[in-house]
């Protein structure tokens, strides 16, 4: 055979694979599956067009069925501030003949507040019709938080250093949430001399059924706290926002004293969100923002300690920090007192025995460890000069001469 012959023949070959692979189904998606890329485009119009302000462009990808309940997103939207909303696709099944699920990631940003976006998971269903694809079912997926705007008409309350978004709220009581994370706000600033936000974004839902919906969890978890933050743990600077989200139930039974600590509390976790890691323990992040609501109170140990005062005066005095599950929502209210008690005297003997500096460097260089194990013990010795026994020894002695 000649050179041209086996080119040829080459090419014959070439061409008969191509062909049989394209019958198993090796190439591209079939017409009746859309790319990833073709749904991610469709995503990119729709988002492009609610930044707009286009209302027809973001019910254009949509089935007929979905555009009432779209119609009234869209209006809702237009109360918060968006700087930013985009969706990523993740992945793309067939669900049947011109049918496909999407799975997304949704993020969109607050202007002025938030350097990162924050993230919704969400799965579409898509139908095709005359060659177009349109979105026919739009859902949190499993175990992801229903966003407030999907609860209800938002009404929003700017303060000088926060964002109060509220639904099935009275205005008078979304303002005076944000005057109390407004105060809340430079008081952290004062105690964590580290780069973050000095802003916040507050969600208070209408009950603590809603705000079970926002966080995507059972709310029988929620149901004696007063707020959260959302966030994620060691992401560093593009972490996806944080939220803070008030239980209308418990925050409204809590006093002047009461509601002021509890934003002071949440606001340093947003502000130490970079620098709390898997490798921080959960008495340190929380003693450490009680330890910032409760500085320049006045309050006594006594007054901030009361179950833990009663086990001491009992002569039950702890041999050693909380571990995380005391911490657990929806455990033993007594037990989960006590583990927030226990952390807020730990961070308390730092800055009365060490100083308020060497509190947020032994913070940074807990979280800044590679991993759990090691991290506390290696802080103690190179911030604090000492080890685990002897600053357990310190804690119980500082535990027995404040609450004793």
């Given at each position: ?211 079970g919906r926002l966080l995507g969890a059972p709310a029988a978890s929620y149901r004696g706290i007063a707020a959260v933050t959302t966030g994620e743990v060691g992401g ?11 239980n209308p139930d418990a925050y409204g039974v809590l006093g002047g004293f009461g509601r002021q600590f509890v934003l002071t509390h949440e606001t340093t976790h947003v ?30 140990p006594a007054q901030a300690a009361p179950e833990l005062a009663r086990e001491i005066r009992a002569g039950r005095l702890p041999a050693a920090l909380p571990d995380d ?80």
């Amino acid at each position: 055979m000649t050179e041209r012959g086996r080119r040829a023949a080459r090419g014959a070959a070439v061409c008969t694979l191509s062909a049989l692979l394209a019958l198993a189904g090796c190439t591209a998606p079939a017409p009746d599956e859309p790319a990833r890329a073709e749904v991610q485009r469709l995503l990119d119009r729709r988002a492009e067009a609610l930044q707009r302000r286009d209302e027809a462009g973001y019910l254009a990808a949509l089935d007929p069925a979905l555009v009432p309940a779209a119609r009234t997103e869209f209006g809702r939207l237009a109360k918060i501030p968006l700087g930013g909303w985009a969706y990523r696709v993740t992945d793309v099944d067939p669900a049947g003949p011109g049918r496909a699920t999407a799975e997304t990631e949704l993020g969109y940003r607050v202007e002025g507040y938030d350097s990162a976006p924050a993230t919704l998971r969400r799965v579409l269903d898509l139908a095709e019709r005359d060659g177009r694809w349109y979105v026919t079912g739009d859902r949190a997926a499993h175990g992801a938080p229903q966003p407030l705007w999907q609860q209800g008409e938002v009404r929003a309350v700017t303060g000088r250093r926060s964002l109060v978004l509220g639904v099935g709220q009275r205005p008078e009581r979304l303002r005076e949430i944000a005057d109390a994370a407004d105060r809340a706000v430079p008081a952290v600033g004062a105690a964590w001399p580290r780069p973050w936000a000095g802003r916040i974004v507050v969600l208070v839902p209408a009950s603590v059924d809603a705000m079970g919906r926002l966080l995507g969890a059972p709310a029988a978890s929620y149901r004696g706290i007063a707020a959260v933050t959302t966030g994620e743990v060691g992401g560093g600077p593009t972490a996806p926002a944080d939220r803070v989200i008030v239980n209308p139930d418990a925050y409204g039974v809590l006093g002047g004293f009461g509601r002021q600590f509890v934003l002071t509390h949440e606001t340093t976790h947003v502000a130490t969100r970079t620098r709390t890691t898997p490798s921080t323990p959960v008495w340190l992040s929380e003693g450490f923002a009680d330890w910032v609501a409760y500085r320049g109170t006045g309050r006594t140990p006594a007054q901030a300690a009361p179950e833990l005062a009663r086990e001491i005066r009992a002569g039950r005095l702890p041999a050693a920090l909380p571990d995380d599950s005391a911490f657990t929502f929806g455990g033993d209210a007594d037990t989960m007192a006590r583990a927030y008690e226990s952390g807020w005297l730990a961070c308390a003997l730092i800055a009365d025995r060490w100083g308020e500096r060497k509190l947020t460097a032994f913070y940074d260089a807990v979280g800044a460890h590679p991993r759990r194990e090691g991290a506390v013990e290696k802080a103690l010795a190179d911030v604090l000069a000492t080890t685990p026994e002897e600053f357990t020894s310190r804690w119980r002695a500082y535990l027995g001469e404040k609450l004793g």
